[in-house]
């Protein structure tokens, strides 16, 4: 439960922060003075009773074989007296005319058991409830004298004090009379002192629980934990019942109860923790006191343990509560946060009914009623609002936090459009550049040099054949330029498809046949991220291939297969094969033609025109033989490049 947010303290001047503690210091002590002074004055306060005129206090006393005359409240100096208890005898009256109305006997309070005899027939023995038994429980009882016992006028009452310790025996004033008068005095400290600790106690169980979880959860703040096991300590002490003999679980039901002292020094840990105190190997030492009620519970006897616990248990129990004091106050001051004060004020109510307690254990209160275990409720309110306070502040920093994260991501996210548009901007104008450099290239090497054939030609006076060849090829290169920038979709088969067009009309003159193969029936896979550049690649290389069959090697026919193939790695890639049946020509060893250095320089466009676009291109020749003919293979890749950068 540590908050370190808390611990920010403006900086101050020496004197000026000494005199903000002391300040601070005092305020606090005040409060809990405060505190503790309107505790005391509520445990003074007497719970309301019966009507006085049916209260008997008056008893002759039979104790030790002593007789003697008393008034209770009672204090007893044994501290067990189970074969010779006290015997107090006295007499109440029961006015003529009311043998009809039922009349009880109402014992507020007493230290550990009575045994209640109206004219000599017992009408109740608390022995038989494990449960009233308990000092610490202030539970009442009351019973109904049967009508058949009482009678009009004077009637005997004998009550016999059961002690076994470990503190002395105690009778509270009792009261005789209707019961409809007494039984709202009984509910009322039965409400108090049986119905709230039971609520309490359940509430403790569920803090445990809720407490044990955060603890699984955040093991790196050991304080959850601790707190828990100090929790479910507590819950086993409340719910468990004072064993009257000797059975299988007797001991192991001594020691539960008994470990008021564990229990001290898990709380008192846990407000170490809470300061921020790091665990030492001699804080053991506070574990020792309810070691030794264990093991006495486990190897002694109730006696033992009863004795024990007055002289290790009570002390420790108020040693801690002294020692959470100190801690909480420094915590609460030094932090300033809601958690440590809560705990303080509630360490404060504790140990002034731990001392209350003490008082009247030495018999220095009138009442022997005992409020530290009830007031450990204190301590759960202050748990309960402390682990809420920081519940809500935790919810608030998350929502504070993600308030923050939406403003960064909304304000990143404008960054990163604005730079997306700018990196598209960017991108749109270099295809533009790249686009008008291809133009200009393509425009330049093709119609730029068919231009300059036909100025040439024109100059020279050549016949008009020659003029006309180079117009009709300045004009097929220039339709290449404008095919080759419509969309085609990534569809590559459509500008075959008017490349195809075009050789035919190549061809045609030549008297040559142009057969023309589908294979596969989508013919090539679709691109999407095929570009003009890409196409008009392609399509050179394709007529390159194709004038080559016709000026230089003599070809009857020209064989077009488009087809689609599985590559090694499993993706598919487009393949265009374009096979002659001239007269071929020898290939060297590295791929070029033999001989011929313009056929070289048209092999050498071809292969840059392939990687320019990613593609391979395999090149086969025969000059001799039945099989005569040039084969050009030109598997296209899975994915065009973006660009020509690729051209090595």
Same mark, same amino acid.
């Given at each position: 439960m540590n908050d370190h947010g808390d611990d920010v303290q403006p900086e101050l001047p020496g004197r000026a922060r000494r005199r903000l503690r002391s300040s601070r210091l005092i305020q606090y002590l005040l409060l809990q003075a405060v505190i503790a002074v309107a505790c005391i004055m509520a445990l003074l306060q007497s719970l309301p009773g019966p009507p006085a005129q049916y209260r008997v206090t008056a008893f002759q006393l039979t104790e030790a074989g002593a007789e003697r005359a008393v008034t209770l409240p009672y204090f007893s100096p044994l501290r067990n007296a189970m074969n010779d208890p006290p015997r107090f005898r006295g007499h109440f009256v029961r006015p003529a005319g009311e043998a009809s109305q039922a009349w009880s006997?109402?014992?507020?309070?007493?230290?550990?058991?009575?045994?209640?005899?109206?004219?000599?027939?017992?009408?109740?023995?608390?022995?038989?409830?494990?449960?009233?038994?308990?000092?610490?429980?202030?539970?009442?009882?009351?019973?109904?004298?049967?009508?058949?016992?009482?009678?009009?006028?004077?009637?005997d009452i004998s009550i016999r004090l059961f002690i076994w310790g470990p503190i002395t025996g105690f009778l509270d004033r009792i009261w005789v009379g209707p019961d409809e008068e007494l039984r709202p005095t009984y509910n009322l400290r039965t409400l108090v002192f049986v119905t709230l600790p039971v609520v309490f106690s359940s509430w403790q169980a569920i803090l445990a629980v809720i407490l044990g979880i955060m603890w699984v959860m955040r093991r790196h703040e050991p304080a959850y934990g601790v707190l828990a096991a100090a929790m479910a300590v507590g819950v086993g002490q409340a719910f468990l019942q004072t064993p009257m003999g000797e059975t299988a679980f007797s001991r192991f039901n001594v020691i539960l109860i008994s470990s008021a002292p564990i229990e001290s020094a898990l709380v008192l840990v846990f407000a170490l923790l809470l300061s921020g105190w790091k665990w030492q190997r001699y804080a053991w030492i506070i574990f020792i006191p309810g070691i030794a009620l264990a093991l006495a519970g486990l190897f002694g006897n109730q006696a033992l343990v009863r004795a024990l616990f007055l002289i290790l248990a009570v002390p420790m129990?108020?040693?801690?509560? !002294?020692?959470?004091?100190?801690?909480?106050?420094?915590?609460?001051?030094?932090?300033q946060n809601v958690a440590s004060f809560l705990l303080g004020c509630a360490v404060t109510i504790m140990l002034t009914c731990w001392i209350v307690d003490l008082l009247s254990v030495?018999?220095?209160?009138?009442?022997?009623?005992?409020?530290?275990?009830?007031?450990?409720?204190?301590?759960?309110?202050?748990?309960?609002?402390?682990?809420?306070?920081?519940?809500?502040?935790?919810?608030?920093?998350?929502d504070g936090f993600a308030g923050r994260l939406v403003t960064q991501v909304r304000e990143a996210e404008e960054k990163l459009k604005a730079s997306f548009a700018r990196e598209e901007e960017r991108a749109r104008a270099a295809a533009l550049a790249r686009e008008r450099t291809r133009?200009?290239?393509?425009?330049?090497?093709?119609?730029?040099?068919?231009?300059?054939?036909?100025?040439? !030609?024109?100059?020279?006076?050549?016949?008009?054949?020659?003029?006309?060849?180079?117009?009709?090829?300045?004009?097929?290169?220039?339709?290449?330029?404008?095919?080759?920038? %419509? %969309?085609?979709?990534?569809?590559?088969?459509?500008?075959?498809?008017?490349?195809?067009?075009?050789?035919?009309?190549?061809?045609?003159?030549? %008297?040559?046949?142009? %057969?023309?193969?589908?294979?596969?029936?989508?013919? !090539?896979?679709?691109?999407?991220?095929?570009?003009?550049?890409?196409?008009?690649?392609i399509v050179r290389l394709l007529d390159e291939a194709v004038t080559n069959a016709v000026k230089h090697a003599n070809a009857r026919r020209i064989t077009v297969r488009i087809e689609t193939l599985a590559g090694a790695d499993g993706l598919d890639r487009g393949c265009i094969t374009v096979e002659d049946d001239g007269k071929g020509f020898e290939i060297t060893s590295d791929g070029a033609a033999a001989g011929a250095i313009k056929a070289a320089r048209g092999l050498r466009n071809m292969r840059s025109r392939a990687a320019r676009c990613g593609a391979e291109l395999e090149l086969s020749s025969c000059a001799q033989g039945i099989r005569k003919g040039t084969r050009v293979r030109l598997t296209l890749p899975h994915r065009f490049p973006d660009s020509d950068g690729a051209v090595g």
């Open positions: 006997v109402f014992l507020p309070r007493f230290t550990n058991g009575v045994e209640v005899t109206v004219n000599d027939v017992v009408i109740l023995d608390s022995r038989r409830d494990p449960a009233a038994n308990r000092p610490d429980r202030n539970t009442p009882a009351i019973a109904v004298i049967p009508a058949s016992v009482l009678r009009d006028g004077d009637n129990v108020g040693i801690s509560l !002294l020692i959470m004091a100190v801690v909480t106050a420094r915590s609460a001051l030094q932090r030495f018999q220095m209160m009138p009442n022997r009623i005992f409020t530290a275990r009830l007031s450990y409720s204190a301590m759960l309110v202050a748990i309960g609002a402390g682990l809420t306070w920081r519940f809500a502040r935790a919810l608030n920093q998350v133009l200009m290239r393509d425009l330049h090497d093709g119609l730029g040099g068919q231009l300059v054939s036909i100025v040439a !030609l024109s100059e020279r006076g050549n016949g008009s054949a020659g003029i006309g060849d180079a117009a009709r090829a300045a004009l097929k290169d220039l339709r290449l330029v404008i095919d080759s920038m %419509d %969309d085609i979709g990534g569809d590559l088969m459509l500008a075959l498809g008017s490349w195809r067009e075009r050789a035919m009309a190549q061809l045609r003159p030549h %008297d040559v046949a142009l %057969d023309w193969r589908a294979v596969t029936a989508q013919g !090539l896979p679709v691109h999407p991220e095929l570009r003009p550049w890409h196409v008009i690649q």
